[in-house]
């Protein structure tokens, strides 16, 4: 595809949903917070200087491995050209939701993942950044889960894009976040 397309592509899904993106999570140029209490599948905590490429890191906030099909496609569909295109790029991607380390250990065995997939059980990153989806009160199974967002962070932790839509049933293509990053250079 052409730089241009990819261009507009990007531009589209950037500003697709700008208020929702104004008020979901941190803003493009700012720092991102930190990691709070984030394992992998195998129960290490992580960084996200540790996580990052030489160009930086493209985290993607998901619902769950385990009862959103949403999220589980998104994740497949992700692993299947994701890694190889963006560490051709410089960068890595991560993925984070409020599941446990041994349900992402399980999905990731299971459908071969080859990025990190990391928990956040206390949902305490996801609050950091503000993404936690107000729609679910305590009694539900999906309350502390994460708005769906991607983000793309440089390794000096600043926000350099963010990917979204409003509702939780779309998700950016892998071309989109591709485009975003090209449209950085």
């Given at each position: 595809m052409s730089r241009v397309f990819h261009l507009l592509l990007a531009m589209v899904f950037l500003v697709a949903a700008p208020t929702f993106a104004a008020v979901t999570g941190p803003a493009v140029g700012t720092v991102a917070p930190a990691l709070v209490g984030a394992v992998d599948a195998k129960g290490d905590m992580q960084t996200l200087s540790g996580l990052s490429g030489k160009q930086g890191l493209v985290l993607m906030f998901f619902r769950s491995a385990s009862w959103c099909p949403y999220c589980k496609a998104q994740l497949i569909t992700m692993n299947?050209?994701?890694?190889?295109?963006?560490?051709?790029?410089?960068?890595?991607?991560?993925?984070?939701?409020?599941?446990?380390?041994?349900?992402?250990?399980?999905?990731?065995?299971?459908?071969?993942?080859?990025?990190?997939?990391?928990?956040?059980e206390g949902s305490r990153t996801i609050d950091a950044y503000g993404l936690r989806d107000p729609q679910?009160?305590?009694?539900?199974?999906?309350?502390?889960?994460?708005?769906?967002?991607?983000?793309?962070?440089?390794?000096?932790?600043?926000?350099?894009?963010?990917?979204?839509?409003?509702?939780?049933?779309?998700?950016?293509?892998?071309?989109?976040?591709?485009a975003a990053i090209d449209s950085l250079r």
């Open positions: 299947a050209d994701a890694p190889a295109q963006l560490a051709r790029r410089g960068y890595k991607l991560a993925a984070l939701s409020y599941d446990s380390p041994e349900v992402l250990a399980k999905f990731a065995a299971e459908r071969r993942i080859g990025f990190t997939l990391l928990s956040d679910y009160p305590a009694e539900s199974r999906a309350h502390g889960v994460p708005q769906p967002v991607i983000l793309v962070i440089a390794p000096n932790g600043r926000v350099r894009a963010k990917l979204m839509e409003e509702g939780y049933k779309t998700r950016p293509p892998l071309e989109a976040v591709l």
